[in-house]
């Protein structure tokens, strides 16, 4: 392969050449170990569930033997049946233990068949000469005729069988050692396999830790050290790299990047003065808005208060001659009296209630615990005579938060106060203040049975002096709930009017979470 065209390969394919690489290697490894194996476990099954066996079974056997040879004597010597048992037993145990060993011999094991055949010829010779000639002899000429063809016969014929079960375990033995020499000689290749393919990663690791300090970790602190210069302010800094191909492409990229930068450094610095010039107006223009909202209000307080001394005169006199001239002037004149009368005194509402309202936060009592079932007990006493007998006052145990005291009676007295002016004709007004914690703060709700309010107005119950009825169909002066706003608003909260409920109103307000307080567990309504 051509040494240039290899330094043109990027990082993955060269780390995909190694693995592939190192990959083949270790596949070809794990086929000859699985083969290996395989061959190691056949040889070791040999030893465990074949050879094993046949050589338990042909000691068994051997034992079968004796004791029938043991039966035999004892039969011959006694005459009794009864000594014959071993005999029996033993001639059972010979044939399963023949069976067991002929069921565990495989195709190749001709020598071990050959030598199991021999022990059956060889037993079947013996009973023959001995064993049936004895027991025949004893039932018919008694014992001491069993004794004697016992004491004629020689012992070469069962000498000869045992000599066969001794052949027999030899051929067992010879198949066993030569398994377990297999054995052996495959775990060595085994050890030798895990060895060449812990070799393979070895090296393979410390070609890739080469291969990535060569073309990842150097090039890479050399190109953080460019761009460290660059960033430093040395913008005229040309950044190139001499690693890998994709860090040698990155490089071109930052080194673009670069040289964008510079092109447009000095327009970042125009800009910069301009957006600081335009802060600084923004900044001026705030001081002045945050100046004129404090003159305005300052205005609203001094416009109605110095306007109260000279509306009540007005008033005043107007009432007077309302008495005094009662009845004494044309119709028409006691009218247009009645007129400036009820003007004067709307006008004095009116301006009672903006200095009410510009008050909201100017003067202040400062901030304390605020139990509110205390405070809608009180403002239940203050609207006691406005809601009557068949009024009904219900909440549910409300929390303590902090706050003015006299604003959060303010606000509950025009909330339940609205409620019990804007009643169901015909309806006695049941009104509902409940509370519950949503995360950090309390969302407080007071709904009723009344009128309610059409979804249109919901934006415009709030500003002040907004009237959704005729002047002389309720009286106010329409400022009651931006007051309220004002109030929640002053205290941290939010305001809104709730749309989704069937009948009446439902206006949902916010305060803060008293710090350290727990929200309580809700207790027994109480009603009114």
């Given amino acids: 392969m051509n040494p240039l065209s290899l330094r043109t390969w990027t990082l993955r394919r060269r780390v995909a050449a190694l693995c592939a690489t190192v990959g083949v290697l270790l596949t070809m490894l794990g086929v000859f170990a699985a083969f290996t194996a395989a061959e190691s476990n056949e040889h070791l099954d040999t030893i465990l569930y074949k050879t094993g066996p046949m050589r338990a079974a ?80 004893v039932r018919t000429r008694g014992p001491e005729a069993g004794r004697s063809l016992i004491e004629a016969a020689s012992t070469t014929e069962f000498n000869g069988v045992r000599a066969a079960i001794n052949h027999l375990q030899d051929e067992i033995m010879v198949i066993r050692t030569r398994s377990a020499r297999v054995a052996e000689s495959t775990a060595g290749t085994l050890v030798a396999i895990e060895i060449a393919a812990a070799a393979i990663v070895v090296l393979a690791g410390a070609a890739l830790m080469l291969l990535l300090d060569r073309m990842v970790s150097r090039p890479v602190l050399e190109l953080a050290e460019q761009v460290r210069e660059v960033a430093g302010g040395a913008y005229d800094r040309r950044i190139a790299s001499e690693g890998s191909p994709e860090l040698a492409r990155l490089a071109e990229d930052v080194d673009g990047m670069r040289k964008q930068i510079a092109a447009e450094l000095s327009e970042v610095r125009a800009a910069r003065a301009q957006v600081e010039w335009v802060n600084d107006q923004l900044k001026t223009q705030a001081e002045e ?105 219900v909440w ?22 609205n409620s019990l002016k804007f009643r169901r004709p015909g309806v006695p007004p049941r009104i509902r203040i409940s509370a519950g914690q949503v995360g950090e703060e309390w969302q407080i709700n007071v709904r009723d049975n009344g009128i309610g309010i059409e979804s249109e107005f919901a934006d ?46 439902s206006i949902y307000f916010t305060l803060p979470l008293l710090a350290g307080i727990p929200a309580k567990e809700p207790l027994k309504e109480v009603t009114t």
């Fill in 396 to 417: 549910s145990d409300l929390p303590t938060v902090e706050g003015e005291e006299p604003l959060l009676t303010t606000l509950f007295v025009n909330l339940i106060g």
């Fill in 289 to 393: 808005l945050v100046r004129s909202n404090r003159d305005l209000e300052q205005f609203a307080y001094v416009a109605s208060h110095d306007l109260q001394e000279p509306l009540r005169k007005v008033a005043s006199f107007c009432q007077l001659l309302q008495r005094r001239y009662a009845g004494q002037m044309d119709e028409r004149a006691d009218q247009y009296i009645a007129f400036a009368v009820d003007g004067a005194q709307r006008m004095q509402r009116l301006i009672n209630d903006l200095l009410a309202f510009s008050r909201i936060g100017r003067l202040t009592s400062g901030f304390t615990d605020v139990d509110l079932d205390r405070v809608l007990s009180e403002v239940k006493s203050q609207l006691e005579p406005r809601a009557g007998d068949d009024a009904e006052i």
């Fill in 460 to 505: 415009k119950v709030f500003v002040i002096f907004q009237r959704l009825h005729a002047r002389d169909a309720y009286e106010g002066t329409g400022i009651g709930l931006a007051i309220v706003k004002k109030i929640v608003e002053y205290h941290g909260g939010r305001i809104w009017l709730d749309l989704d409920v069937d009948e009446g109103t």
């Fill in 58 to 137: 042909g000691e068994s056997l051997n034992t079968a033997m004796v004791d029938q040879e043991t039966g035999i004597r004892g039969f011959a010597i006694s005459g009794r049946e009864a000594n014959l048992q071993p005999y029996r037993s033993g001639r059972a145990a010979e044939d399963r233990y023949l069976r067991e060993i002929e069921d565990l011999l495989g195709a190749g094991d001709r020598d071990i068949r050959a030598a199991l055949a021999d022990v059956r010829v060889r037993a079947d010779r013996w009973r023959a000469a001995v064993a049936e000639p004895v027991q025949a002899a």
